[in-house]
Structure formats: C-alpha cells, structure tokens
T-cell receptor, first 109, second 118 residues
Framework: QKEVEQNSGPLSVPEGAIASLNCTYSDRGSQSFFWYRQYSGKSPELIMSIYSNGDKEDGRFTAQLNKASQYVSLLIRDSQPSDSATYLCAVSNFNKFYFGSGTKLNVKP | GAVVSQHPSWVICKSGTSVKIECRSLDFQATTMFWYRQFPKQSLMLMATSNEGSKATYEQGVEKDKFLINHASLTLSTLTVTSAHPEDSSFYIC??????????????FGQGTRLTVV
C-alpha cells in the first residue's frame, strides 16, 4: 500500500464547474497536508496547505481535511482551462514526507 | 519562500557518458531530498528518496547502479546518470524537505533539469 493514494485521472470538468480532487493517506500520525500543482514541463508549485480538520479556503481553492477518515481533498470552484494541470497531494509527519502520484485535471472550455 | 536550486537546467550529452545533476537548498537544511523523473505527458515518477548521510532508497524498477544519488550534506544532493542512453532522456526534478528543522512546512522543488541523450 502506498503512503498517499490519488486517482491518476484524467478528471475532466467543463469550464465553470467545480473540480474535486481526492487523496487518502495511510499514516495516522500525519500532521501536515499539501496540494501542489504541476503544469507540463514545469516544476510543481504549492497551492494549498492544511493542518487542521475542516475546510480551508483560498480564493477559488478549498482544501478539506478529515483525519479520522485519513482523507484530504481539493475543490476548485469556477474551474478555468488554465487550471488544467496535474495536482499532487502530499503529507508529512515530522521527518517523513510523502507525495501522491498526482491527478491530471482537464478543464474543457 | 525557501529556494531550491537545481543545476543544470538543461543538458545534452552523448550516449555512454555520465551526467551529474545538482540540487541545492539555498536557505534551509534539507533532511530529505527526493528525485523524480518525468517523461513527456506523463506524471512525476519518484525515483528515490535520500536522507542526509545515508544511502538513498530507490523505488522499484529504478536501477541504483545507473542513477547514483549522493546526499553528502544537508544542503546538497546529486543525481548522476551513468552511461546515459537515449531512453534516459527526460525531465529530472529534485525536491527538498526541511523535516524536523521546521515544523509544518512543505517540500520545495527545484526548477528541473531537461536531459537529452544523443
């Protein structure tokens, strides 16, 4: 079992819709959770971090964390074609850091 | 934010030669560094994880004798592609994690190195 699991996709949504990206993790001791976005041929960039149960909103992005279910999600509202990218989920616990394999998102105009 | 410098950003080499890629954390100490490879239109693939002062842990299917990883200090890790062949042509990216030095922090990515073997 991988430490962080993500559906590879691709996830296709129409422009203006809500894109929902999901991630599960196996280490119950994980403390910090991150979402990165990677455009093709570029390095990943951090878009959201969350440390407590519940929702965290930043513009069109909302990260959701449920530690009991070991589940992290990223919602993108009003999806734009420019949001088309691969989204990586990552979790950490002090000295351990794990990435998921990423979900490819396609936003169709 | 913290900076990870990866060098070179691109390299072209002849088949059979070796290429070294450096990954430096410029303003923090990295307990862990990750090396990824990405082929066109594919996802990042983790090659190996290295902790300072110890041997790298390679992912299944990655040849450790071909992809030599050295993490000799808390600010520098190197990936050497030995006896490179055209099929090794890819985008290589490193990521550095401060770990216990800084709580609740993310891992930081280098800019990537595009390797072309001719």
């Amino acid at each position: 079992q991988k430490e962080v699991e993500q559906n590879s996709g691709p996830l296709s949504v129409p422009e203006g819709a809500i894109a929902s990206l999901n991630c599960t993790y196996s280490d119950r001791g994980s403390q910090s959770f991150f979402w990165y976005r990677q455009y093709s041929g570029k390095s990943p960039e951090l878009i959201m971090s969350i440390y407590s149960n519940g929702d965290k909103e930043d513009g069109r992005f909302t990260a959701q964390l449920n530690k009991a279910s070991q589940y992290v999600s990223l919602l993108i509202r009003d999806s734009q074609p420019s949001d088309s990218a691969t989204y990586l989920c990552a979790v950490s616990n002090f000295n351990k850091f794990y990435f998921g394999s990423g979900t490819k998102l396609n936003v169709k105009p | 934010g913290a900076v990870v410098s990866q060098h070179p950003s691109w390299v072209i080499c002849k088949s059979g030669t070796s290429v070294k890629i450096e990954c430096r954390s410029l303003d923090f100490q990295a307990t862990t560094m990750f090396w990824y490879r990405q082929f066109p239109k594919q996802s990042l693939m983790l090659m190996a994880t290295s902790n300072e002062g110890s041997k790298a842990t390679y992912e299944q299917g990655v040849e450790k004798d071909k992809f030599l990883i050295n993490h000799a200090s808390l600010t520098l890790s190197t990936l050497t592609v030995t006896s490179a062949h055209p099929e090794d042509s890819s985008f290589y990216i490193c990521s550095a994690y401060p770990g216990g030095f800084v709580m609740n922090t993310e891992a930081f990515f280098g800019q990537g190195t595009r390797l072309t073997v001719v």
